[in-house]
């Protein structure tokens, strides 16, 4: 994880001006929520630029700024680049208002993966709430690529309603990957027939083989927080616990000091962490 | 001895008389040279021709929320302490632009600034100070990161140190061991004594700017009036930051009921931040025409006192006073140690001095070591 990789959409000679894309495609998921489908303008950019499940770009909207959007398409669909984007601020809200045809600024991919490679071999169980899931989705299809590296793999995904959920019509493919999917909802509505709750709970649906098993996460902190707890009380090791965190970034490439927790740059020694690397941080509130 | 060749490491005394001499040879090399001027009853860093430019025969007095520059009978010109400004504003401007774009269609121009970067000579960095710049050089100019304006001004930089002679109250840089001695790292470094200047060549360039000039040899006396003045200069810094059990006093103690006493009295303004030598961080403003057509980006300093500073969709991280304090103090004696090798601090006291609710953090830290209640 400590390797550093130069990101392929960072210019030499100011790493803060971006590169231009295109909306290529945009999909509503939900209320609120969208893919936005990019090419790069710069042809020797979008054959190029790679990415690791689990990085991110910061999405650039000239006059609005910038903002840190994980990457949730396919890491080996090099053709395009898929980000789903909930418009909740200044410049995910102009991002709402782009055109297919229209140019975003792009800089990236930034930060650390979800441990791919490492995790060969362990059965997965991902935990995902509301839009937590986008940067989880790279991992998903990931194992989907390469079914016979993992073991028994768990998606276990909540979100507000059963209108917020994302991705449901991918849910079908993804059980065919031999992929047990659990749903859940905080508030149902007439035409739901699944479990009302939260993520956590869903842990009780299924016997872990601790050892041999990892959590990835993502999703509001306080998910998080007893998502490892879950994880933790079946004894999954602490660094087979994998989070990905969220905080106010500028610069995606530990200068600008905002997504600092403790030592660490969210954006550069994370998005996603081992849980033991946050453990003396993790439940210091407001820290 | 003009003829003579100088020798990096050696040390040399010239008038006081010829330091204009020394100034025009910086120019003529192409820098622009900066150093202490007295502005509004202040000190400020800014361009200087001359000599006379300094503050000669000023001291300031600091305590804890108090800046007074006085007058005293004495004629040297590096007695002063700085004030509020620090180098950092050179090499980091608090305002910068990074590119501008261009409305093109359903696209954008980028254009990036002008590259040709200043070349600056600092006239007067005190030890407290070099220190503060090489941390921030490892901040800006990483292996993984590299700030090209910082950079590009950083390999321009012509750096005249100064000894200390006469630290302020408020100066605890013997705690953190930056001064008062300036340590390596400099061009040319400057002793005053009462007529002449001792100077000590630390690079190539900072020969090469003396070669020619009227320099004696440094005589046994006068060395010795310099190690005196700075063995005086010592004994009078009586603030003290212990640092033995840092960076872990801070990291351990982030439920200290201690950061909500502090709060009470922190107006979380972030002028300590602003004055901070070693502050980064940093954000950045889009300013855009009124058609659309054009903006300009650019990146300012930033404080994490700053209530936006750690808003996100999740909300804010750090909502109230103590916590943002807690960010501050815990990240410059905590964990910027795990991130960049030392401590955030130099020891210079600024954010003693210009906090108008005088909290100093040498009096905050001791009590971090009492039980928690």
Redesign the interface.
């Known amino acids: 994880m400590t390797t550093?990789i130069?990101p392929s959409a960072v210019h030499e000679?100011?790493?803060?001006?971006?590169h231009?894309a295109?909306v290529v495609e945009i999909v509503h998921e939900a209320e609120g929520i969208s893919t936005y489908w990019l090419k790069f303008?710069d042809k020797n950019l979008a054959e190029t630029y790679s990415f690791l499940p689990g990085q991110f770009n910061m999405v650039y909207i000239?006059?609005?700024?910038?903002a840190a959007i994980s990457i949730s398409s396919d890491a080996e669909d090099r053709t395009r680049i898929g980000h789903t984007i909930?418009f909740?601020?200044n410049v995910?809200r102009a991002v709402s208002r782009l055109k297919v045809?229209?140019?975003v600024?792009i800089r990236g991919p930034f930060g650390t993966p979800w441990p791919m490679v490492e995790l060969e071999g362990h059965d997965i169980t991902i935990a995902a709430g509301g839009i937590g899931l986008a940067p989880l989705r790279p991992a998903i299809y990931h194992i989907m690529n390469h079914r016979e590296r993992y073991g028994k793999v768990h998606i276990l995904y909540g979100a507000r309603t059963p209108n917020d959920m994302l991705y449901p019509e991918e849910y079908a493919l993804w059980k065919e990957n031999d992929i047990h999917v659990a749903t859940t909802v905080d508030r149902a509505d007439d035409t739901w027939k699944g479990s009302v709750g939260v993520v956590p709970m869903l842990f009780y649906r299924y016997r872990m083989d601790a050892p041999k098993s990892a959590v990835l996460t993502c999703g509001?902190?306080i998910m998080i927080r007893f998502v490892i707890f879950e994880g933790l009380a079946r004894r999954v090791p602490a660094d087979h616990i994998y989070v990905s965190l969220?905080?106010?970034?500028?610069?995606g490439?530990?200068?600008?000091?905002?997504c600092?927790l403790?030592?660490y740059?969210i954006c550069?020694d994370g998005p996603v962490f081992r849980f033991d690397q946050l453990e003396?941080?993790f439940n210091?509130?407001?820290? | 001895m003009s003829q003579e060749k100088l020798e990096i490491g050696s040390t040399y005394a010239l008038p006081k008389a010829e330091f204009d001499n020394l100034l025009a040879r910086l120019k003529e090399k192409g820098f622009e040279t900066l150093g202490a001027k007295v502005d509004h009853e202040t000190l400020v860093y800014e361009p200087i021709s001359a000599l006379a430019d300094l503050p000669q025969g000023y001291i300031s007095e600091q305590k804890a929320g108090e800046f007074r520059l006085k007058k005293t009978h004495h004629k040297r010109y590096f007695d002063y302490i700085p004030g509020a400004h620090s180098w950092k504003q050179f090499l980091f401007p608090s305002r910068q632009e990074?590119?501008t774009?261009h409305k093109n269609g359903?696209?954008?121009n980028?254009e990036?600034p002008d590259?040709e970067q200043p070349k600056y000579a600092f006239i007067g960095v005190r030890g407290c100070e070099l220190s503060a710049i090489q941390i921030q050089d490892g901040?800006?100019m990483?292996?993984?990161?590299?700030?090209?304006t910082y950079a590009k001004r950083r390999q321009n930089l012509f750096i005249l140190a100064v000894n200390c002679l006469h630290p302020a109250e408020t100066c605890f840089c013997t705690s953190l061991k930056t001064g008062p001695k300036v340590s390596p790292g400099f061009d040319i470094s400057l002793t005053e004594l009462e007529d002449v200047f001792l100077l000590e060549i630390g690079s190539e360039i900072g020969r090469l700017v003396l070669q020619g000039l009227p320099l004696e040899a440094s005589s046994a006396f006068l060395l010795q009036a310099a190690q005196k003045g700075l063995e005086r200069a010592e004994k009078k810094i009586q603030r003290e930051l212990d640092t033995s059990d840092l960076p872990d006093l801070m990291?351990k103690n982030?439920?200290h009921n201690h950061w909500q006493e502090i709060a009470e009295r922190c107006l979380s303004c972030g002028n300590c931040t602003q004055v901070c030598p070693t502050c980064?961080?940093?954000?950045?403003v889009?300013t855009?025409d009124l058609l659309?057509k054009e903006?300009k980006?650019e990146?300012v300093w930033?404080s994490?006192f700053n209530p936006s500073?750690?808003?996100?969709?999740?909300g804010n991280?750090?909502?109230?006073i103590s916590?943002r304090y807690?960010?501050w103090l815990?990240?410059k004696l905590g964990?910027w140690k795990?991130?960049y090798g030392t401590l955030g601090c130099v020891g210079c006291g600024r954010c003693i001095v210009w906090c108008p609710a005088g909290i100093d953090l040498t009096e905050e830290i001791p009590l971090f070591r009492e039980e928690k209640s």
């Not at chain 1, 969220?246 to 610069?251: H, I, L, P, Q, V």
């Open positions: 550093f130069k000679a100011q790493p803060m001006a971006p231009w295109d303008q000239p006059g609005y700024g910038e909930r909740v601020g995910t045809g229209d140019a600024g509001p902190e969220e905080r106010n970034m500028k610069c490439q530990g200068s600008c000091g905002h600092q403790g030592p740059f550069k003396d941080f210091v509130e407001e820290f | 990074l590119f774009l359903d696209g954008w980028t990036l590259v901040i800006f990483r292996e993984d990161f590299t700030d090209p990291t982030l439920d980064f961080c940093w954000d950045t889009d855009s659309g903006t980006r990146r930033d994490c500073y750690s808003y996100y969709a999740g991280t750090r909502p109230t916590t807690r960010q815990t990240h964990t795990e991130q």
